[in-house]
């Protein structure tokens, strides 16, 4: 009897190694609950980086980049509506947003899809 082999799709070489270092974009804007600004820097390096040899991450880099800033915004307007009372709940839910979606993100980025966090301004296209 004759064995039936099935063949896997071909995948360029370098797919797995950018959906790695895609999955590692994403989930470095979280080293700043370690280091204070290193969520901020991190993604920056690994762009910068990587970007040439893996051009597959230049989306990913524009996913994140355009996540920074909108947090930043949105982070600002907080803190000015504090003195009304509301910028409180507005900094605890962007906190919360700014942990889930980078996980969220990694995650779809190991299935090699770029996913665009919902509330982001697109800036980068």
Excluded: C
């Excluded at 409180?88 to 700014?98: D, N």
């Amino acid at each position: 009897m004759e064995e039936q082999q099935t063949e896997q799709p071909n995948s360029a070489p370098g797919d797995s190694e950018t959906r790695n270092w895609a999955m590692a974009l994403h989930l470095s804007l979280l080293s700043g609950l370690i280091v204070p600004l290193a969520g901020l820097i991190v993604p920056v390096v690994i762009y910068i980086l990587k970007k040439d040899s893996l051009p597959g991450l230049v989306p990913h880099g524009h996913v994140v980049f355009n996540w920074i800033i909108s947090a930043l915004i949105y982070a600002v307007i907080s803190l000015i509506l504090v003195v009304v009372g509301i910028g409180v709940l507005l900094l605890a839910a962007l906190a919360i947003l700014s942990i889930i979606f980078p996980i969220i993100g990694g995650v779809k980025a190991t299935e090699g899809e770029v996913w665009s966090y919902p509330l982001s301004i697109r800036i980068f296209k």
